[in-house]
Nanobody, 120 residues
Framework: QVQLVESGGGLVQAGGSLRLSCLAS????????MAWFRQAPGKEPERVAF????????HYADSVEGRFTISRDNAKNMVYLQMNGLKPEDTAVYYC?????????????WGQGTQVTVSS
């Protein structure tokens, strides 16, 4: 059974930090690129951070560049999002995403999300 389980969300004051974790199971984690998305009420989903299957490539949305860091541990089937300098506009539900292509077939999985609330 495929699962992506996020944890680490919560309520934090502006300027604070949180570390989100995502534990993957039921698929070959090391073959998948991983990303963190977020969705705030009334807004479109936004991909905030991406990391390639090997960890050698990362990419960040302009809105979080320099404040957020994505990392992964393939031995533990974990991906992390370190969030520093949090702002009220970072408030959203954060989702872990796994994505890969096998020939012409795309395989993607999503977690259930974890709420991050930043108070001003």
């Amino acid at each position: 059974q495929v699962q992506l389980v996020e944890s680490g969300g919560g309520l934090v004051q502006a300027g604070g930090s949180l570390r989100l974790s995502c534990l993957a199971s039921g698929f070959t984690f090391s073959r998948y690129d991983m990303a963190w998305f977020r969705q705030a009420p009334g807004k479109e989903p936004e991909r905030v951070a991406f990391i390639s299957w090997s960890g050698s490539s990362t990419h960040y949305a302009d809105s979080v560049e320099g404040r957020f860091t994505i990392s992964r541990d393939n031995a533990k089937n974990m991906v992390y999002l370190q969030m520093n300098g949090l702002k009220p506009e970072d408030t959203a539900v954060y989702y872990c995403n796994a994505d890969s292509w096998f020939g012409m077939r795309r395989s993607a999985y999503w977690g259930q999300g974890t709420q991050v609330t930043v108070s001003s």
